[in-house]
């Protein structure tokens, strides 16, 4: 596999992309959450210059055809599941990405515009030898319990299962990530099995982490749900 060519991927709802330049103080705001730091493995503290590597990373990786890593925007006016998408109870979402966090995507007065703020990335590391990948993502958390995570997952397991030919895509979580394990769930990802005390949990620096159980997940090209 050489350099991969990239489609237009786009559900209607949300598109994937590259990262750029544009999008480093969002995709860093959206690194400062704890969530993300816990359960990926982004650098600790992360900088601009991090988000600058991604976007590097993302670049490399399609000029390699060493893997696939994109972030997730809407791809229509109504955000990325309508209006009416945010759930009841999900009002202090917002609270860890700052207000201004991306608010240049939508000039004022420019209401049908579609916003291209990052909102999540879904990212598929290829082993070429075994045509075979490992799938990782986050989600902003002012963008979370709205299919983001599982919508481009999606999109990016159907490019890996279709034009660049994957036959088995693996993921790790966290066995004390239940929204991580939900969503490889709700993907059609097989449970594999647990590798115990696999992941050092908590953050770099803290004292007194502890180990932690790693599931493994599995997903073969017919079982994409
Ligand atoms: C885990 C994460 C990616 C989920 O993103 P999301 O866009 O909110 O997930 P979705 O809305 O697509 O949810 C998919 C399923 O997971 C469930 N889910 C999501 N977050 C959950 C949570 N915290 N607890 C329990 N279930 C959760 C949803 O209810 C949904 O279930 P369903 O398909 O049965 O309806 C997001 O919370 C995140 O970025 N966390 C920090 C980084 C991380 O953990 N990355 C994964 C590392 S392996």
Do not use: K
Not at 103 to 120: I, N, T
Not at 142 to 164: E, H, K, M, Q, V
Not at 183 to 208: K, N, Q, Y
């Amino acid at each position: 596999m050489d350099g991969i060519d990239l489609p237009d991927l786009t559900d209607g709802r949300l598109r994937l992309r590259p990262p750029e330049e544009r999008d480093v103080a969002r995709v860093t705001a959206i690194c400062q959450d704890v969530e993300v730091q816990r359960w990926t493995r982004v650098p600790v503290p992360y900088t601009e210059d991090d988000a600058r590597r991604f976007v590097q990373f993302s670049s490399d990786g399609l000029s390699h055809g060493t893997g696939v890593r994109l972030v997730a925007v809407a791809a229509g006016a109504d955000g990325v599941l309508g209006p009416d998408a945010a759930p009841d109870g999900d009002a202090d979402a917002d609270a860890d990405v700052p207000p201004d966090a991306g608010e240049d995507a939508a000039p004022d007065g420019d209401e049908g515009a579609v916003s291209d703020v990052v909102l999540g990335a879904a990212g598929i590391d290829i082993h070429r030898r075994d045509l075979s990948g490992e799938l990782g993502y986050w989600v902003a958390p002012d963008a979370r319990r709205r299919g983001i995570a599982t919508r481009s997952s999606r999109l990016l397991l159907r490019f890996a299962f279709g034009p660049l030919q994957l036959g088995y895509v693996g993921l790790w979580a966290a066995a004390d990530n239940p929204g991580s394990n939900a969503v490889a769930r709700s993907l059609g990802f097989t449970f594999e099995g647990t590798a115990r005390d696999a992941f050092l949990l908590g953050l770099p620096g803290e004292p007194d982490r502890v180990r932690g159980d790693a599931n493994r997940w599995g997903l073969r090209p017919e079982e994409l749900t």
